[in-house]
């Protein structure tokens, strides 16, 4: 295609979208001009278009580095969509499909080219890529490169040999999830040292987190549904039989549902992930197998049926809602049960140092479903993120617990971090606040420290529940690079001094279910419910009739925004966003008259 003069330009004509989301454009311009970049953003961010813009205005064929081959499909159907010249290199092509492919790339045909890490650093492709123009390296989900993720890929590491191959060549590596130290890992292995860094947050404002006490959870399961009618979701279960389970329940309960998972044929879950992209189906009842290849804007909610082993997985599996910006549910049954088996799995690891990183990673998972805070505070505070005020659209914030004032607590505890010399973990500060009588308390002499037993009126949980509370609040921070030993932060010292005071929640059993909010606006505006529906349908008898999944001709947000503003000509039509120049050519025409004979109605 032909490249349009500047990146606000292809943003507009190509993409349909008027201006670029927060730090767009500098991640964009910085690849243009030749610079390497390490972008975290969160998922539904537009982490795409900072590759895919820079790829039509430099020379040559951008090659994208992918995990999973259902994602490469989805991205370049939603390219060749746009008019983008795309593709993809991987084993789900036969022997013909892959020699076309790579005509198109020795012919100069095409502007982005998708593999997977393992096709792309064999010899040979390498070669071929050493004869050829490339106009940059995009590392999708980065994180993977990383031993501190919790997603850690081998086959990723010997991505860094990419520098050395293409010293010349810009790289960026993208991901939607990643705490500090996996940052710095995924820097080092990938050799981005002087790449700049955008960071552009974790906060996902348009989804709803909330957390109920695990109790008959298929009861509490069909509860949250009948909120959810006809609307995409997933649900998460940690077993195959698990998941199977209650696919088949949710079926006989009249839910259009089915199972994914791992242990099915390869035919069976290609299908149920059509079936799901097509929306098909509603639900899909999965292990973590299923999605990190999805790219549907459009799934309205995600259920944990059972406890995520981290936070990372916990925030990329809920990030799967509400990509279109539109609003989402994120539903954890928390059940203490779940925490025993994961701890179990984990043990049965032969790694001592990966067993240390992910029972350390499963205790901030329990603290964030045991959080008694803002739940968006204590998911960003994970991710190295201070939020300074509550969110209001969580569990905690909707229905606040019992607060009381915990000043003087806080101030026992911060200063019993300190005395033992931000050292030790919380099991070791808990048990010199109580003044435990244990061996290893008196061989360090911490049974002399001024701190020592100056809790002893309360329970060992209790002080467990404060401390978390304080690194979720920011007051502490759990070091996992050195056994999560716990230090103080600034914040801790006016709060030690006494400068300020501090009110916490009270420990609460029970979470009450939230209602769902009514259909939220688009932007500024209110939308038509029922022309909404009318162009639903005609998007997914399109999308039929092309064979690709409905939101590649338009997401939601897009179809939500036209029925609200109601397009009555092409020059309307093309000011919605998602609507660029090819896209009014294939359907304008169709939806103009969709809109135009529902007003005459």
């Known amino acids: 295609m032909s490249n349009p003069s500047n990146p606000g330009q292809t943003l507009q004509e190509v993409f349909g979208y008027s201006e670029f989301r927060p730090q767009q454009q500098e991640i964009v311009d910085a690849l243009i001009s030749g610079q390497d970049a390490f972008v975290l953003m969160p998922t539904g961010g537009g982490k795409s278009l900072c590759f895919q813009i820079p790829a039509l205005h430099r ?31 991987n084993s789900s092509l036969k022997a013909e499909e ?23 650093l064999k010899d040979s492709f390498l070669d071929r890529l050493e004869s050829l123009p490339i106009a940059l390296f995009a590392i999708d989900e980065a994180h993977c490169v990383s031993q501190w993720g919790h997603d850690f890929r081998p086959e990723y590491v010997q991505l860094g ?20 130290q996996t940052r710095q890992d995924v820097l080092q292995r990938l050799g981005l040292q002087q790449a700049q860094c955008f960071i552009s947050g974790f906060d996902r404002p348009n989804i709803r987190y909330t957390v109920v006490e695990k109790k008959k959870p298929f009861d509490q399961l069909t509860r949250f549904l009948a909120d959810h009618q006809h609307e995409a979701g997933i649900v998460y279960a940690l077993s195959r039989k698990r998941v199977e389970e209650v696919a088949d329940r949710l079926a006989a309960a009249g839910h259009r549902a089915r199972a994914y998972h791992a242990g099915l044929g390869d035919k069976e879950r290609k299908h149920v992930q059509e079936m799901f992209l ?15 290849g999805i790219d549907k804007p459009n799934v309205r909610f ?8 981290n936070i990372e997985s916990y925030y990329q599996e809920t ?39 992910e029972l350390h990673k499963l205790q901030a998972m329990v603290g964030f479903g045991e959080a008694l805070t803002c ?35 806080a101030q026992k505890a911060l200063s019993c971090v300190f005395r033992v010399g931000q050292r030790f973990g919380v099991g070791h500060v808990v048990d010199v606040l109580r003044g435990a009588q244990t061996q290893r308390i008196f061989d360090l002499k911490h049974d002399k420290l001024s701190t020592y037993g100056i809790g002893a009126e309360k329970v060992a949980d209790a002080w467990s529940s404060l401390i978390r509370q304080l690194i979720h609040r920011g007051y502490l921070v759990q070091d996992v690079a050195s056994y999560s030993v716990l230090k103080l932060t600034s914040a801790a010292r006016p709060l030690l001094r006494g400068e300020e005071s501090l009110v916490l929640a009270k420990p609460r059993i029970r979470v009450k279910t939230l209602q769902k909010k009514g259909r939220a606006q688009v932007g500024d505006f209110d939308y038509d419910d029922d022309l909404f529906d009318v162009l639903r349908i005609r998007r997914k008898r399109l999308a039929d009739e092309a064979g690709v999944p409905p939101y590649v001709i338009f997401g939601d947000a897009t179809l939500a925004e036209m029925a609200a503003k109601m397009p009555t000509d092409e020059e309307s039509f093309l000011s919605i966003n998602g609507v660029g120049k090819h896209k009014l050519q294939r359907f304008g025409s169709e939806f103009i008259d969709e809109i135009i004979g529902y007003m005459c109605r």
Not at 378 to 395: A, H, I, M, Q, S
């Open 59 to 89: 020379d040559g064929v951008a090659i994208v580095v992918s995990p999973l081959i259902s994602l490469m499909k989805d991205q370049v159907d939603a390219l060749v969509a746009n008019g983008v010249r795309a593709a993809f290199y």
């Open 98 to 120: 892959s020699r076309q492919v790579l005509a198109k790339l020795h012919a100069g045909e095409l502007d982005l080219l998708y593999v997977a890490p393992e096709r792309l």
């Open 161 to 180: 040999q990419l520098r050395t191959h293409f010293p010349d060549v810009p790289m960026v590596g993208l991901t939607a999830t990643a705490d500090p």
């Open 278 to 292: 097509r929306d098909d189906i509603d639900i899909v009842v999965a292990t973590v197998a299923f999605g990190m």
């Open 302 to 309: 995600v259920v944990h049926y059972d406890l995520p082993k």
């Open 319 to 357: 990030g799967r809602s509400g990509r279109d910006s539109l609003p989402a549910e994120a539903l954890l049954l928390f059940g203490y049960g779940d925490i025993a088996i994961s701890r179990g799995l984990i043990e049965k690891g032969n790694n001592p140092e990966q067993k240390r990183i």
């Open 375 to 409: 739940r968006r505070r204590v998911l960003l505070g994970y991710f190295g993120e201070r939020r300074e005020e509550d969110c209001g659209n969580c569990d905690v914030c909707l229905n606040p617990p019992e607060s009381y004032d915990a000043t003087v607590d």
